[in-house]
């Protein structure tokens, strides 16, 4: 009889391949568009709803006939136009012969709110493609849309969140101010000399430290610049090239939001006909379980003063 050298047990003996007893999940992060939305709760029923415009003032003259101005409604309109959902199953046989099919299981229902919460997400810093692309759509003189000003028009500078500052004021926006920007220009923003060199910028002092990322709450924020509070978002919109008064936009842009926020200064405007909500059915032709979540919602700019984009490139 042989000994059992490894060459005698490798091939019926060994576990090619050993499992902890822990799945690994993929990181997530911090979202935060939801609090930046004025939700309804005055749309309990129908698919759309008007607000009443406002009656305009005009100057009159003597002995000139009065001008009777009728009640704009088409001011603003919404809509309940997104149902979303997020599905997946279990088969009978995965059940019976996985090690790993409770743990599977539990994760079903949070991975799906995931899904619709990330799509959600999304969904609110698309609201700043609804402005006018290729123009600086102006308020009060003001632009509210425009290319960033640093490294030949492709990166954020100080002077961007200047100009995002004014345009706000310039609209009578108050509230607090809120900047979103894409993590590649947080990259830039952790660069710059002004942040960087506190020394010949005292009251930038204490901004950059670690970088912006709060790893104890897990929101991307920054601190302060020019009255905005800084936050990072993989989540910001894209739309494409374009060319505002003259300036061309990088070819792969991402739309850094700057927003007035509180109350009804707010710009963006959410209702929700549906929250998330799962099923769970059993399937006995195909033996398995099915689990579904489901959701309706509508989102819109509802203050367009109180929005500023400014395009840059979205990589380092």
């Given at each position: 009889m042989s000994g059992m050298d490894y060459s005698a047990v490798s091939a019926n003996l060994v576990r090619a391949e050993l499992w902890s007893s822990e799945l690994k999940d993929i990181l997530l992060d911090k979202l935060q568009g939801q609090q930046y939305v004025r939700w309804m709760d005055s749309f309990p029923d129908g698919t759309q709803f008007t607000s009443i415009g406002e009656i305009p003032m005009r100057e009159a003259a003597e002995l000139a006939p009065v001008v009777y101005d009728s009640l704009d409604t088409g001011e603003?309109?919404?809509?309940?136009?997104?149902?979303?959902?997020?599905?997946?199953y279990i088969t009978d046989?995965?059940?019976?012969?996985?090690?790993?099919?409770?743990?599977?299981?539990?994760?079903?229902?949070?991975?799906m709110r995931r899904a619709i919460e990330e799509n959600l997400e999304t969904s609110i810093w698309g609201i700043s493609s609804s402005q006018t692309k290729a123009d600086l759509n102006t308020i009060n003189g003001a632009p509210h849309r425009f290319v960033a000003s640093g490294d030949t028009n492709?990166?954020?500078?100080?002077?961007?969140?200047?100009?995002?500052?004014?345009?706000?004021?310039?609209?009578?926006?108050?509230?607090?101010?809120?900047?979103?920007i894409d993590p590649s220009q947080e990259y830039v923003l952790n660069t710059l000399s002004n942040l960087v060199n506190v020394s010949n910028n005292p009251r930038f002092e204490g901004i950059v430290n670690t970088g912006f990322v709060n790893e104890v709450t897990g929101l991307a924020f920054m601190k302060n610049i020019y009255?905005?509070?800084?936050?990072?978002?993989?989540?910001?919109?894209?739309?494409?090239?374009e060319t505002i008064n003259s300036v061309a936009a990088p070819s792969n842009p991402v739309s850094n939001i700057f927003m007035s926020v509180g109350g009804d200064v707010t710009p963006f405007m959410g209702a929700w006909r549906q929250m998330p909500r799962v099923e769970y059915e059993r399937n006995k032709d195909l033996r398995r379980d099915e689990y579904v979540m489901n959701a309706r919602?509508?989102?819109?700019?509802?203050r367009p003063e109180s929005l500023v984009t400014v395009i840059s490139k979205s990589t380092v």
């Open positions: 603003f309109n919404f809509e309940i136009d997104r149902y979303v959902e997020s599905a997946t046989k995965a059940k019976q012969d996985s090690y790993y099919a409770d743990q599977l299981i539990a994760s079903f229902v949070p991975k492709t990166t954020l500078a100080l002077a961007d969140f200047a100009k995002a500052k004014y345009s706000l004021d310039k609209a009578n926006a108050g509230g607090a101010r809120i900047a979103i009255g905005f509070d800084v936050y990072v978002s993989n989540y910001l919109p894209s739309d494409g090239a919602f509508g989102l819109k700019l509802y």
